[in-house]
């Protein structure tokens, strides 16, 4: 029986956080938004965009947060870092 070595990164979890836009179906509240402190909120039409820098696990913690709050998820999207924007402006990533 042959078998395989695993590639030298297999495991192992890129733990650079990224740039997401979440996606959510209607207009969240001032209270709803407080559950996303490191999110930056903006309204596009009826929906609401969360947009932030993330790692892994913190994507997933959003994710279950709005799956708590019964929010409709509409889409969630890895943006490219803008090499043009500044380091400190984390809400546009």
């Not at 001032?30 to 009826?46: E, H, T």
């Not at 790692?55 to 929010?71: K, M, P």
């Amino acid at each position: 029986m042959r078998t395989h070595l695993p590639a030298p990164d297999y495991g192992l979890m890129d733990t650079a956080p990224a740039c997401y836009a979440i996606r959510i179906n209607g207009h969240l509240g001032a209270m709803m938004l407080s559950v996303f402190p490191g999110m930056m909120p903006q309204r596009d039409g009826a929906d609401t965009v969360l947009t932030g820098l993330l790692d892994r696990s913190a994507l997933y913690g959003v994710l279950a947060e709005i799956d708590a709050l019964g929010l409709d998820l509409l889409e969630v999207r890895q943006l490219e870092a803008d090499p043009g924007a500044p380091e400190s402006d984390q809400g546009s990533c």
